[in-house]
Nanobody, 124 residues
Framework: QVQLVESGGGLVQAGGSLRLSCAAS????????MGWFRQAPGKEREFVAAISSSGSPYYYDSVKGRFTISRDNAMNTVYLQMNSLKPEDTAVYYC??????????????????WGQGTQVTVSS
């Protein structure tokens, strides 16, 4: 059974940093591209960042230069380092696995497995 478990969310002041982790089990992480999405209250889920199985990243414009996605295939874990956080970054953050390993898709339909999410709240 595939499981993706996010951790690292919390409450932080604007300008602060958080590092999210996504621990995968039941799959071989190196066979998947991975993505992070987020959903704010009353809004649709939106793409944040993706990383191919070989480590190539792709970012949503609003997080470029502030967020960094990375992966450790040996540890079956994906990370999202978030710096210079803004109140508009407040959302539930989800990691997801894409079986097309070289894809850096921004479309949620391309992802076959999802975590339960972790809350990130940025206060002004």
């Amino acid at each position: 059974q595939v499981q993706l478990v996010e951790s690292g969310g919390g409450l932080v002041q604007a300008g602060g940093s958080l590092r999210l982790s996504c621990a995968a089990s039941g799959l071989t992480l190196s066979s998947y591209a991975m993505g992070w999405f987020r959903q704010a209250p009353g809004k649709e889920r939106e793409f944040v960042a993706a990383i191919s199985s070989s480590g190539s990243p792709y970012y949503y414009d609003s997080v470029k230069g502030r967020f960094t996605i990375s992966r450790d295939n040996a540890m079956n874990t994906v990370y999202l380092q978030m710096n210079s956080l803004k109140p508009e970054d407040t959302a539930v953050y989800y990691c997801a696995a894409n079986p097309h390993r070289y894809s850096m898709s921004k479309y949620s339909i391309d992802y076959s497995h999802w975590g339960q999410g972790t809350q990130v709240t940025v206060s002004s």
